[in-house]
């Protein structure tokens, strides 16, 4: 009988949840196939890495990088230096580890790692989220294996080395939803793992807006700065709520909701249509080449969301949106359907299979 072969991965990047969980979800595809594998993770090591790589019990260390994108000269150069340093450290974590494989998820901690990767012939994999590629993506798709994007137009590296996966998501996520909000209209809100203060603010304003809104329950990731003055106000106004600066299981969430307002971040579009809840989208307008704009626009054509631009974005738009939807029962599960129609739910495991190939084919 053959032995199923074993491999020790490190993802790296993160910086943000969005980063950071497809790297997990991809790390859980390798553990679930065997337990034997081995997972590491490099990362900034900031606070919310922390906390959710804890979670989810994965080991982790941190890796220092710096930023290019709209930093000034002095910046840039100081950033060259801090790479340089953080090439050596990675390459004896790598070392340590004795890594099959480097699987770069997004984020600027990504760069020394892959770079070390590369200069210790490590084999180097991308997973690139958002429809328009990241620009250390774009450089390293040129030395990677794979290069696996979430979007079908996302342009990434050589053509023959592209793998149109989708953008993997927690199994956990998937699932029926479930009712048990004491038949309450549920609505989630989340400006991402940190908050968003517009959005935020946006909802405050829409209570006015909204008819009959005492049959709603509103679920609000506020982030940290703003949750006190959030959590106040919706106690003031005697609003139905459930507002705290982070959920640790947001897959109970999911399936309890009936319509998320949210950022439009890919992390958040993939697990959004993989527990098939209706949308509104209101996309970050400073994201880099505005790829939350393009990562949900595509949603709201297909009919499974709304799309707000937050130039655009007010109490009264985001009330009356809401009210809409309470209100046409038949809109709202037709939304449901074809926002689950987009969920592409075996990304992960596309993903190892991939990667599993590779590095068999190569005696990793």
């Given at each position: 009988?053959?032995?199923?072969?074993?491999?020790?991965?490190?993802?790296?990047?993160?910086?943000?949840?969005?980063?950071?969980?497809?790297?997990?979800?991809?790390?859980?595809?390798?553990?679930?196939?065997?337990?034997?594998?081995?997972?590491?993770?490099?990362?900034?090591?900031?606070?919310?890495?922390?906390?959710?790589?804890?979670?989810?019990?994965?080991?982790?260390?941190?890796?220092?990088?710096?930023?290019?994108?709209?930093?000034?000269?002095?910046?840039?150069?100081?950033?060259?230096?801090i790479i340089l340093s953080s090439?050596?450290?990675?390459?004896?974590?790598?070392?340590?580890?004795?890594?099959?494989?480097?699987?770069?998820?997004?984020?600027?901690?990504?760069?020394?790692?892959?770079?070390?990767?590369?200069?210790?012939?490590?084999?180097?994999?991308?997973?690139?989220?958002?429809?328009?590629?990241?620009?250390?993506?774009?450089?390293?798709?040129?030395?990677?294996?794979?290069?696996?994007?979430?979007?079908?137009?996302?342009?990434?590296?050589?053509?023959?080395?592209?793998?149109?996966?989708?953008?993997?998501?927690?199994?956990?996520?998937?699932?029926?939803?479930?009712?048990?909000?004491?038949?309450?209209?549920?609505?989630?809100?989340?400006?991402?793992?940190?908050?968003?203060?517009?959005?935020?603010?946006?909802?405050?304003?829409?209570?006015?807006?909204?008819?009959?809104?005492?049959?709603?329950?509103?679920?609000?990731?506020?982030?940290?700065?703003?949750?006190?003055?959030?959590?106040?106000?919706?106690?003031?106004?005697?609003?139905?709520?459930?507002?705290?600066?982070?959920?640790?299981?947001?897959?109970?969430?999911?399936?309890?909701?009936d319509l998320i307002v949210a950022?439009?971040?890919?992390?958040?579009?993939?697990?959004?249509?993989?527990?098939?809840?209706?949308?509104?989208?209101?996309?970050?307008p400073y994201a880099t080449h505005?790829?939350?704009?393009?990562?949900?626009?595509?949603?709201?054509?297909?009919?499974?969301?709304?799309?707000?631009?937050?130039?655009?974005?007010?109490?009264?738009?985001?009330?009356?949106?809401?009210?809409?939807?309470?209100?046409?029962?038949?809109?709202?599960?037709?939304?449901?359907?074809?926002?689950?129609?987009?969920?592409?739910?075996?990304?992960?495991?596309?993903?190892?299979?991939?990667?599993?190939?590779?590095?068999?084919?190569?005696?990793?």
């Amino acid at each position: 009988m053959k032995t199923q072969a074993t491999f020790k991965i490190v993802i790296a990047g993160g910086g943000t949840g969005g980063h950071l969980y497809p790297g997990i979800a991809i790390a859980d595809e390798f553990m679930r196939q065997n337990r034997k594998n081995k997972i590491l993770f490099l990362n900034t090591g900031n606070k919310l890495e922390k906390k959710i790589l804890s979670m989810e019990q994965y080991p982790s260390a941190s890796i220092e990088s710096g930023k290019f994108i709209n930093q000034n000269i002095f910046n840039k150069i100081k950033t060259v230096f801090i790479i340089l340093s953080s090439v050596s450290i990675a390459k004896k974590e790598l070392e340590k580890f004795k890594a099959d494989a480097v699987i770069g998820v997004g984020g600027y901690v990504g760069v020394p790692v892959i770079i070390a990767a590369w200069l210790k012939r490590i084999p180097v994999f991308l997973q690139e989220q958002n429809s328009v590629a990241g620009i250390s993506n774009k450089i390293f798709s040129l030395i990677s294996k794979a290069n696996f994007v979430s979007f079908e137009n996302t342009k990434l590296g050589f053509e023959n080395k592209k793998v149109f996966s989708g953008n993997p998501i927690r199994r956990k996520i998937l699932g029926e939803r479930k009712k048990d909000n004491k038949n309450k209209f549920t609505v989630f809100i989340t400006g991402g793992s940190q908050g968003a203060r517009a959005i935020n603010n946006a909802i405050i304003d829409s209570f006015d807006f909204i008819d009959e809104i005492d049959s709603f329950l509103f679920i609000h990731q506020t982030g940290e700065p703003q949750f006190e003055g959030i959590e106040k106000i919706y106690k003031n106004k005697g609003i139905n709520s459930y507002p705290a600066p982070f959920f640790k299981e947001i897959a109970d969430i999911y399936k309890k909701s009936d319509l998320i307002v949210a950022r439009a971040g890919a992390s958040t579009l993939a697990e959004i249509s993989g527990a098939g809840i209706p949308a509104i989208f209101i996309p970050y307008p400073y994201a880099t080449h505005n790829h939350q704009y393009y990562n949900c626009i595509e949603f709201e054509k297909k009919g499974a969301a709304i799309v707000i631009e937050e130039k655009n974005l007010s109490g009264k738009a985001l009330g009356e949106n809401i009210s809409n939807l309470y209100k046409d029962k038949k809109l709202l599960t037709s939304m449901a359907e074809k926002m689950k129609e987009q969920s592409m739910p075996n990304a992960a495991n596309k993903i190892y299979e991939t990667i599993k190939g590779i590095l068999e084919k190569n005696h990793v």
